[in-house]
RNA sequence: GCGGUCAUAGCUCAGUUGGUUAGAGCACAAGAUUGUGAAUCUUGGGGUCGCGGGUUCGAGUCCCGUUGGCCGCCCCA
């Protein structure tokens, strides 16, 4: 047993895993470029001041949080939207609008581990800044899915469910309820999914007991799963709020089904994400079986650069975290096993074959090729087999048969042909190989 | 922070009411095999049985503590 582990939580990437960990971001990037967002990075550590602005006093115990030489008070990075508010913030005027932009990078929080939980973790974040209206939720939820998609997951393995904090906030307006009181509804509301009624204890506590005309509406509101009927609930309340928030809804579910999303959306007000600082449109991805913790989660956040310093400036961004996806992935059968490959294997019989071939193997590699061979002498049947074993394409053989004669055999490994070369062509030989192929 | 549960080789695990030198399969390595691929056979390396203490003539096994994993609660940005 090692004298030394790894920190509780934390974790390793033995080749295995980074080749999961890195197909998983391989796509991601690429449909993140595919939707015309720009990449960006920043530090792993920033000052504890910036996620307490954001999230109060109480979000220290939840980080990697110390005291660095310099007295200054920083943390690990736990998400990664205060930074890149800073980011976006700090050059709004200069950039391009729409501002949209992705990240993947790992996160620190200071918390128990559990399935699909650890105290660290990758996210794949994307973000859309300066675009008030729902097009910019189109946006990042077609992103969303299709980063979902991407790996074969269809309708049948996720969904996306949608919210709106907004609305909820004019309906229960509409029914009679002052600030605070909405605020401890939406917290109920949050909770009812896990907790059923006893959801409403901490409201009841607060104010007394919700009036039972009202928490029946609620409720009625919390079983709505079409525009058709959110539409027929809020049409007789007369609100100018909520006629124009039904008219945002319509514009998004319009949009995404032209895209041909409609299949992965689903209308549940019973999402509001926290109370934190979501200002409009909240969604969130969970596993259609309900058997895993949310796969991504997202929403408009259109106060927060500005809370941060920056210019008001809207935004709406989404995170999906690496753990309880690749548990999903798993699940469904949907994880490659990645193996490092070399492209050419060499056979090597003796010293002299093993100059001839060390010129070659150099060459292939300047040329970008993936060449490997075996470090000490080793039976032909072995190296045969080790070249298999590789998932090498071609190997190239350099015995005392083809230094005689000025050759060296060149053979496919996937359809078991050889044919031999003349020494100074086998570079070329393989370069066309593969060009070819 | 709280609760449940577990900890034996790189991995999956066996190990009898406590008994003397802790095992298997897989994986890895060497050989049979210095000219051709998933086979077979032989051999080998690798363990302070998570760590510390206790009971006992004797502890992988029983007791206490501790650390860590897993699962759940709180929280979830």
Known sequence: MATFQSLPGFREFYPDDLSRRKHIFDLWRRT????????????????????????????????????????????????????????????????KRPIKWFSIAEFYRYERMQKGRGRCFFQFNADIFGEPGPEAEIELIALLTQCLAAFGLTEQDFHVRLSDRNLWFYYLEALGLDEPRIRAVLGAVDR????????????????????????????????????????????????????????????????????????????????????????????????????????????????LVEKLGGPALPAVGFAIGDMTFALLLEQRGLMPAFVQAPDVYCVIGGEAGRRAAFADIHALRAAGHRVDYPMKEVAFGKQFKAAADSGAKLALIYGDDELAKGVVKIRDLTDRTEHEVPRDQAVAAVRDFFSAG
């Open 192 to 303: 009812f999914e896990k907790y059923g009624d006893d959801a409403f204890k901490g409201y009841t506590e607060q104010f007394g007991e919700l009036e039972a005309g009202v928490k029946a509406k609620v409720l009625a509101f919390l079983q709505i799963k079409t525009l058709a009927a959110l539409e027929a609930t809020l049409a007789t309340l007369g609100s100018e709020k909520l006629v124009a928030r039904l008219a945002d809804w319509r514009k998004l579910l319009a949009g995404l089904e032209a895209m041909g999303l409609a299949r992965f959306i689903a209308v549940d007000l019973g999402v509001v994400r926290g109370l934190a600082y979501y200002t409009g449109f909240v969604f969130e991805a969970f596993d259609r079986k309900g058997e895993l913790r949310a796969l991504a989660g997202g929403g408009r956040y259109d106060d």
């Open 32 to 95: 993140a470029h595919a939707f015309g967002f720009a990449e960006y990075d920043a530090p792993v550590l920033e000052p504890l001041e910036l996620y307490k602005a954001k999230s109060g006093d109480e979000i220290e115990a939840q980080l990697f949080s110390f005291t660095d030489k310099g007295g200054r008070e920083v943390a690990l990075r736990p998400e990664m939207t205060p930074t890149v508010c800073r980011l976006v913030g700090a050059r709004a005027s200069a950039l």
